[in-house]
T-cell receptor, first 111, second 113 residues
């Protein structure tokens, strides 16, 4: 079945780069996503990547996809205190419409 | 423009009671989802629907039932609540296809005592 795994916590200093990693198991995943959740709120989409792409860049965000290893990463350049949140990796499983999330990585940004 | 609205926002139930959580979206989305969020467990998919009149099981469907009688509404039912169902429940909707965002409601905090 589908499974998405993330490390639970990452701490960085303001101005550094943050790299959040994710692995998934479903080889038929068509799209992979990164969502952000701030305290007490729902999730908001940060970016997504189609499964036939290796990289996508969007301002401070860079997504890398290694389809062979089923590994996805999100790099945040020049991390700010406002980036402190929980980041979720998600996959759209095949053509079923099933959307599976990982456990979420809590990013702590220290001044 | 309401987006995704969940009702209620908070609820306390006694063990064995039943309740229905309502999710309503006004964006004409085909896909709708119910998740539960627990510390350290992330979002786990309970049930989902890819269209009016259709539902499917997610990762943790036991103890829950759903219905999608109207395209804009997705109902999550707990027939006999258990303390293990204490959680924050999120509903989401999206258009069919991958290159689109899933929009989330603000969550329902449910406590079963």
């Amino acid at each position: 079945g589908e499974d998405v795994e993330q490390s639970l916590f990452l701490s960085v200093r303001e101005g550094d780069s943050s790299v959040i990693n994710c692995t998934y198991t479903d080889s038929s995943s068509t799209y992979l996503y990164w969502y952000k959740q701030e305290p007490g709120a729902g999730l908001q989409l940060l970016t997504y990547i189609f499964s036939n792409m290796d990289m996508k860049q969007d301002q401070r965000l860079t997504v890398l996809l290694n389809k062979k290893d089923k590994h996805l990463s999100l790099r945040i350049a020049d991390t700010q205190t406002g980036d402190s949140a929980i980041y979720f990796c998600a996959e759209l499983a095949g053509n079923t419409g099933k959307l599976i999330f990982g456990q979420g990585t809590t990013l702590q940004v220290k001044p | 423009n309401a987006g995704v609205t969940q009702t209620p926002k908070f609820r306390v139930l006694k063990t064995g009671q039943s309740m229905t959580l309502l999710c309503a979206q006004d964006m004409n989305h085909e896909y709708m989802y119910w998740y539960r969020q627990d510390p350290g467990m992330g979002l786990r998919l309970i049930h989902y629907s890819v269209g009016e009149g259709t539902t499917a099981k997610g990762e943790v469907p036991d103890g829950y039932n759903v219905s999608r009688l109207k395209k804009q509404n997705f109902l999550l039912g707990l027939e006999s609540a258990a303390p293990s169902q204490t959680s924050v429940y999120f509903c989401a909707s999206k258009i069919a296809g991958g290159a689109s965002e899933a929009f989330f409601g603000q969550g329902t905090r449910l406590t079963v005592v």
